[in-house]
């Protein structure tokens, strides 16, 4: 069946430093959204990508859709410590059920 | 709005007993679906359902595990008898449309820990 794959799974940056996950999908989706995750809370959507090599910016966060529809990536630049948390990929399979990536938990050293 | 709605929050409980879990989606909202999240297997879609019909239920992990949404705005998820496997974070989220190409609305999860 399709997968999506993150990574990496889990990263540690400096505070101030950038941050990059990966998604890959082993077929091509119509779309794919980003969530994130507080420790303790419960994911939360971020954004949708549905255009082949879109781009959509929220402040210090970057999202890209890839050309053949079937990666993504997410930048943050300048982490914050309010950036702490877990960023989940997810996109629809043939039968249009969303598939979720296992997420990059993003943690932040002061 | 108040968001998708769960409860209990948290759950404690002895290994054979029922379980029953609790989602009250976003008013006006068509699709309803349960996951699991657990570190080793991450965000597990288990049901879900569209206008109060269940879609896909393929994710239910096995015979122990029911799900009912008997109107639009309730939902159970019942676990009968329950084992220590079972402990993990369960969530429901709507949205808005009858496909699962739209966002998802989370709810707060319960945290089930079955003893």
């Known amino acids: 069946g399709q997968q999506v794959m993150q990574i990496p799974q889990y990263q540690h940056v400096q505070e101030g430093e950038d941050f990059t996950t990966y998604c890959n999908s082993s077929?091509?989706?119509?779309?794919i959204q980003w969530y994130k995750q507080r420790p303790g809370g419960h994911p939360v959507f971020l954004i949708q990508?549905?255009?082949?090599?879109e781009v959509k910016k929220q402040k210090r966060l970057t999202f890209q859709f890839g050309e053949a529809k079937k990666n993504s990536s997410l930048h943050i630049t300048a982490t914050q410590t309010t950036d702490v948390g877990t960023y989940f990929c997810a996109g629809p399979n043939r039968d249009d059920k969303i598939i979720f990536g296992k997420g990059t938990r993003l943690h932040i050293l002061p | 709005d108040a968001g998708v709605i769960q409860s209990p929050r948290h759950e404690v409980t002895e290994m054979g007993q029922e379980v029953t879990l609790r989602c009250k989606p976003i008013s006006g909202h068509n699709s309803l679906f349960w996951y699991r999240q657990t570190m080793m297997r991450g965000l597990e879609l288990l049901i879900y359902f569209n206008n109060n019909v269940p879609i896909d239920d393929s994710g239910m992990p096995e015979d122990r595990f029911s799900a009912k949404m008997p109107n639009a705005s309730f939902s159970t998820l019942k676990i009968q008898p329950s084992e220590p496997r079972d402990s993990a974070v369960y969530f429901c989220?709507?949205?808005?449309?009858?496909?699962?190409?739209?966002?998802?609305?989370f709810g707060p999860g319960t945290r089930l820990l079955v003893l």
């Open positions: 989220a709507s949205s808005p449309l009858s496909t699962g190409r739209e966002t998802q609305y």
């Open positions: 990508l549905v255009k082949s090599g």
């Open positions: 077929t091509t989706l119509s779309n």
